[in-house]
């Protein structure tokens, strides 16, 4: 079993930036795939981002790239995304996600099995 806790959310202005943190514990996450995915007040949980387990594969989805980067630290079992130059419409609670990496792109949230409590980011204008 994989234990996931998000941290770094909170209110930032438009234009503003955060990091968000994803302590992983149970198992290291060397063979895993992590990934990031919020949802907004009245809207489903939608794919943010992709890291595969070395770092060379990133996937953003449409809305975020540019302005947010995910990145790991398996040595500390750790994953993180940056967010830079926040729009109100980010406004959500963001989770991190794991699983065992094989192949490809994970960007649907069924393909992952673990998952952290979330963390509420407000972007204000």
């Known amino acids: 079993q994989v234990q996931l806790v998000e941290s770094g959310g909170g209110l930032v202005q438009a234009g503003g930036s955060l990091r968000l943190s994803c302590a992983a514990s149970?198992?290291?996450?060397?063979?895993?795939?992590m990934g990031w995915f919020r949802q907004a007040p009245g809207k489903e949980r939608e794919f943010v981002a992709f890291?595969?387990?070395?770092?060379?594969?990133?996937y953003y989805t449409d809305s975020v790239k540019g302005r947010f980067t995910i990145s790991r630290d398996n040595a500390k079992n750790m994953a993180f995304l940056q967010m830079n130059s926040l729009k109100p419409e980010d406004t959500a609670v963001y989770y991190c996600?794991?699983?065992?990496?094989?192949?490809?792109?994970?960007?649907?949230?069924?393909?992952?099995?673990?998952w952290g409590q979330g963390t509420q980011v407000t972007v204000s204008s």
């Open positions: 996600a794991a699983r065992l990496f094989l192949s490809g792109l994970y960007v649907n949230e069924r393909q992952y099995d673990y």
């Open positions: 149970g198992r290291t996450l060397n063979n895993y795939a």
């Open positions: 890291i595969s387990w070395n770092s060379l594969s990133t």
